[in-house]
Every structure is written in C-alpha cells, then in structure tokens.
C-alpha cells in the first residue's frame, strides 16, 4: 500500500538555525503534499502544503521541496524559534475528490534551543 | 468558527464494551474523514465521507468498527466489543469540496480500553 517515510525521527536545532524534515513516499500517483503540526495536547494544525504542479513554496519563514522524480519533499523551517518546537508531520495525498485522504509519516519532533 | 467538534474528548470503556465517538464538521464543509493516531501505527487513515456518503472506507478494520454520516451536520465513529488494541486518539477532520483541499482538525477522542 501507499506509504509516506518521514526520515528524521527527532532534530535538535538552535534557535536562529534552520531546520529540515525530509520525506519520501511510494504512491507516484500522489500530487498534494501537505505539512501538519501537532503541539503537545493538542490536535494537527496545517502549516504548508505543495501541489505536484510546482517544485518549490514558500510561506514566510518555511519552504518546502518537492523532488517528484525522487518521489520526495522537504520542510525547511529558517530562522527557527522557541514555538516551533513541535512534532511536525509529513503527508500525501491524491488530491482528488474522490481519494483525498492523507497518508502521513511518523512524525518529526523538532526541538529549538533558546 | 468553532473548528471541528469532537465528543466526548475522553472516554474509557471495558474490554467488550461498545464506543461511540462523534464529530460535527465545520459548517460548510462536506467532506469528512476520520483517522486514528497510536504511538506505535502514527496516523491512520480510516474512512472518509463526501457529502454525508460513504467514500472510502479503506482503513476501517472489517469487523467492529463502524462510521455514519446521517446528516451534513455530524458523523459517527462505532467501535462495537472493545478491545485494548482499539486504545488510540481517534480524530476527525473536515474540508470543503474540490481538488487539494485543506483538512482541519478537531482535538480528538482519547479511547482507552482496560
């Protein structure tokens, strides 16, 4: 079945450096990615996504990659602060109406040190 | 906008015991899904409903569990013969219609079966 590796289990960042999560997924038919966060206790909160048409996009200080012949992509947090300290999820997605569900990575939990 | 509405936020129920976890939608919204989240499993999808008819019920184990959309105003998850395995935070999440549409998440239900 169609499964979505999120390759870094933790990360330890200062604050003011950058941080990058990287995935990589198994569906070539997938064409939405998008980013979750999920704070301690509470639920997922989207940050970014990516469609297929586009290699790269930024929203202020995150960017994501998207790397369609490797079928990968990557969340890079610049400038990193204290409330980024989260888990951070990865996921894929047909996109369409008819098969829009996310299959999601394990997660990445991101630390920033002040 | 009060978001995804999801109750009861915890409930514990005996081995053998039925669980009923509901979920309101964001008004609007006609697209629903339902997920799972274990430690070990991360987040698995269930199933998914489009203008209050079932869709994909792809993740839903076969026997036991069970989901409803009676109305566009709310869905049903039901776990019939608890079983501890069954413990996770279950979430819904609700979106508008159309390609590449954002989830939102509600807080989720905690299950906890002794």
């Known amino acids: 079945g169609e499964k979505v590796e999120q390759h870094e289990s933790t990360l330890s960042v200062r604050e003011g450096d950058s941080a990058v999560i990287n995935c990589t997924y198994t569906?070539?038919?997938?064409?939405?990615f998008p980013w979750y966060k999920q704070e301690a206790g509470k639920s997922l909160h989207f940050v970014i996504d990516i469609r297929s048409n586009v290699d790269r996009k930024q929203s202020q200080r995150l960017i994501v990659l998207l790397d369609k012949k490797a079928k990968r992509f990557s969340l890079h947090i610049t400038a990193t602060q204290p409330e980024d300290s989260a888990i951070y999820f990865c996921a894929a997605s047909r996109g369409t109406g008819n098969t829009g569900k996310l299959i999601f990575g394990l997660g990445t939990t991101l630390q920033v040190q002040p | 906008n009060a978001g995804v509405i999801q109750t009861p936020r915890h409930k514990v129920t005996g081995k053998g015991q039925e669980a009923t976890l509901w979920c309101e939608p964001i008004s609007g919204h006609s697209a629903v899904f339902w997920y799972r989240q274990t430690i070990v499993q991360g987040l698995e999808f269930l199933t998914y409903f489009r203008n209050q008819a079932p869709i994909d019920d792809s993740g839903m184990p076969k026997e036991r569990f069970s989901a409803q959309m009676p109305n566009q105003s709310h869905s049903t998850l039901k776990i019939q013969s608890t079983q501890p395995q069954d413990s996770a935070v279950y979430l819904c999440a609700s979106s508008l219609l159309g390609n590449y549409a954002e989830q939102f998440f509600g807080p989720g239900t905690r299950l906890t079966v002794l």
């Open positions: 569906d070539t038919a997938s064409s939405y």
